[in-house]
């Protein structure tokens, strides 16, 4: 029995090792991988085993399905570098040897690299050059430049011998294969990333946040340029505004995925709790994942589409995630307040046929709810969000935070996902006369706050900008300035979890996270400017707006 194993299996097995732990973290299956990776599930588990050697085009297609970077799987660690980095004469991170090529990546420490720039030992061998080369594919594209040699290479059914100084350039997901004529070869492979091809090469495609793509024509590209058409004065007012391609739109899956896909790494928020202190950096990718986790979590507990959900959590960021998660099920959400009692549920419940509620573990909120469920017979599902930490726990709740990351953070789309005219929410409105009415809006309602978002609220997309709005999740408000309008125009929302609004609390906040928007109703700038203003730096603010009622002009000057 073999106890032994050389330096070059230690780090098959290594690489092995990190491939299957990303995809139990991505919650792909055996089947799916091999799907995405050109290969038999058998191949497929022997490599996650380690029992074959790894190449660069399957190293390269795992890197794509997991979003994460090529030396992630490589070393186990991501690369660091931003503005440059250099590699020596014999330097670079040596991948893999397979049909006799050697590979050496150039650019190993550097994030976020929109290429793999490798060097290529190409071994001669008569046989081989005599024989069919063998073809791989990937997504994206590849230029290679011969430094040394001669190299034989197919794109396709077209075959190239190119010699020291020629180069080609082709699709790498055509079949394609090189090998090395009459002597060694050396050459450059730049291997293209397939988001950076697709944003550079077509005008609607996505572009990513915070750092807008210029296309050949000079003009940005934005995800909801997918979805929206402006058109604009000379001074940047807008004209015209029309919707495109709504009848297929799904706000979780059209700009949260995909922003998750062009860049992972774009802060979605940034969360200060109650206390004012902790705080937590939230990611793209982050709420992406943690939505379809929510998803497939409300699923297995008999939430189907149609299904009405109430939602009262306060400013806690679970929200943002139970709320997409619904989005992508096609349950309906209902946001409501934790300042509503006993007969306000009951109501509400009864009105709305609610079936489930995600309830915040603060205060009486859930006594309440309890109360009120007695008398309500079609609320079946109970989930209690932020329960203290204690082995006690409260009877006929399920425990979201304990019990949702337990679930797979893959929640594909399919011809079933709601989109369009289905239903996505409910508001009860606020019954200033008789009781609240239910107002209902479907799957095309967020593309209506982009107006709010770009153009009242003049949020900035870039990786510098911080919008911050006032309001309760349980308000409409809410959903106009710290959601769809927001993420739509691929901006960063700040969220203070605060129980009640104190002006020398949330003022310091401005300097010390870079507040750049702001939106509050005005009896909240009234209590603001009881504050000394000189006492604190707003040097980061650039625009500031309300709605609500009339703010008074002594207020603003």
Known sequence: MKTNITGLEF?????????????????????EMAAKTDTTPEEYASCERGEMNLTFAFIYRCALAFNVDVTDIIEGKSPKLAGYTVTRNGGGQKIEQAHGLTYFNLAPSFKKR????????????????????????????????????????????????????????????????????????????????????????????????????????????????????????????????EFKNEDKFNFAYDIVDEMAKIRPDKLAMVYVANDGVTDKHITYKQVSRASSQCANYFK??????????????????????????????????????????????EYRFNAAGVTAILCTAD?????????????????????????PGSDVKREGWHDFNEEYELFSGKFERNEQSPCGNDPLLMFFTSGTTGYPKIAQHNHKYPLGHFHTAKYWHCVDSSDKGLHFTISDTGWAKS?????????????????????????????????????????????MYRMLIKEDLTKYDFSTLTHASTAGEALNPEVYR
């Open 479 to 523: 959903m106009w300035g710290k959601l769809y309008g927001q993420w739509l125009c691929e901006a960063t929302t700040f969220v203070y979890d605060f129980d009640r609004f104190d002006a020398a609390k949330i003022m310091p906040m401005f300097k010390k996270y870079g507040i750049t928007t702001f939106c509050a109703p005005p009896t």
């Open 363 to 387: 205060g009486e909120t859930a006594d309440h709810v309890d109360r009120a469920a007695a008398n309500c017979d079609c609320l079946k599902t109970r989930i209690l969000v932020n329960a």
């Open 11 to 31: 780090k098959i097995h290594g690489m092995a090792a990190r491939i299957a732990e990303l995809r139990e973290i991505e919650g792909y299956t055996v089947e």
């Open 300 to 345: 297995s507990l008999g939430i189907k589409k149609g299904d009405r959900v109430m939602l009262v959590l306060k400013r806690h960021y679970q929200y943002w995630f139970a709320m997409l998660g619904l989005n992508k099920l096609g349950a309906i959400a209902i946001p409501a307040p934790n300042q509503l009692v006993q007969h306000d549920f």
């Open 114 to 241: 929109i290429s793999d720039p490798l060097f290529v030992e190409a071994e001669y061998d008569p046989d081989k050059a005599r024989a069919d080369i063998e073809m791989t594919t990937h997504d994206g594209q590849e230029c290679d430049i011969i430094i040394s040699g001669t190299l034989k290479v197919q794109v396709g059914e077209h075959v190239e011998i190119l010699k020291t100084g020629d180069s080609v350039y082709y699709d790498s997901s055509i079949p394609h294969g090189m090998v090395a004529l009459e002597e060694d070869t050396r050459f450059y492979a730049i291997v293209l990333k397939p988001q950076i091809e697709a944003a550079a090469s077509e005008k609607k495609v996505v572009a990513s946040a915070g750092s807008s793509v210029q296309t050949e024509s000079g003009d940005e590209t934005h995800l909801w340029q997918n979805f929206i058409d402006v058109e604009t004065n000379e001074n940047g007012t807008p004209t015209k505004i």
